[in-house]
């Protein structure tokens, strides 16, 4: 089902995408990409720092200005900027990249990705988990979807 995407979205998408734009093309982002390639290239002035927050995006999400875009898919792009923008204030050496990534549409198999269901073993005590060999014998190669 297409939902049909307002001006009122168009206008709230294109406000973030402005900021998040003035902040990719802003002094401070050239000076963390220059920082982050001295790094990588054993030149670093001082020690870097990056705040990943990912794990606690659940809880930050909360305290972020409430979704205003209608349309659903449009949503998730809302979402994702402002994140972008709050992470941005928390003064850590973050790059962003000067682009808006677009997944790909992907079909997935019923059974997982390539057709196998994979097997997760979880421990309780430890919080844990790792995934176990789902392809264990040449024959199990015949399994594979595409």
């Given at each position: 089902?297409?939902?049909?995407?307002?001006?009122?979205?168009?206008?709230v998408?294109?406000?973030l995408a402005?900021?998040?734009?003035?902040?990719?093309?802003?002094?401070?982002?050239?000076?963390?990409l220059?920082?982050?390639?001295?790094l990588?290239?054993?030149?670093?002035?001082r020690p870097?720092?990056?705040?990943?927050?990912?794990?606690?995006l659940?809880e930050i999400?909360?305290h972020?200005?409430?979704?205003?875009?209608?349309n659903?898919?449009l949503r998730?792009v809302?979402?994702?900027f402002?994140?972008a923008?709050?992470s941005?204030?928390?003064?850590?050496d973050?790059?962003?990249?000067p682009w808006?990534?677009v997944r790909a549409?992907?079909?997935?198999q019923?059974?997982g990705?390539?057709?196998i269901?994979?097997?997760?073993?979880h421990?309780?005590?430890?919080r844990g988990?790792r995934?176990?060999?789902?392809?264990?014998?040449?024959?199990?190669?015949?399994?594979?979807?595409?």
């Amino acid at each position: 089902m297409n939902q049909t995407i307002t001006s009122k979205d168009k206008a709230v998408i294109r406000e973030l995408a402005v900021q998040y734009a003035e902040l990719a093309n802003g002094e401070q982002n050239r000076m963390s990409l220059v920082r982050w390639r001295n790094l990588n290239n054993l030149k670093s002035d001082r020690p870097l720092v990056f705040c990943n927050v990912y794990h606690l995006l659940p809880e930050i999400d909360p305290h972020l200005p409430a979704l205003q875009v209608e349309n659903k898919s449009l949503r998730e792009v809302e979402r994702w900027f402002r994140r972008a923008l709050w992470s941005a204030t928390l003064g850590d050496d973050r790059y962003v990249d000067p682009w808006f990534t677009v997944r790909a549409e992907m079909y997935t198999q019923a059974e997982g990705i390539f057709g196998i269901a994979p097997e997760t073993v979880h421990d309780d005590q430890s919080r844990g988990w790792r995934h176990m060999p789902v392809l264990k014998r040449m024959e199990d190669l015949d399994k594979l979807r595409a």
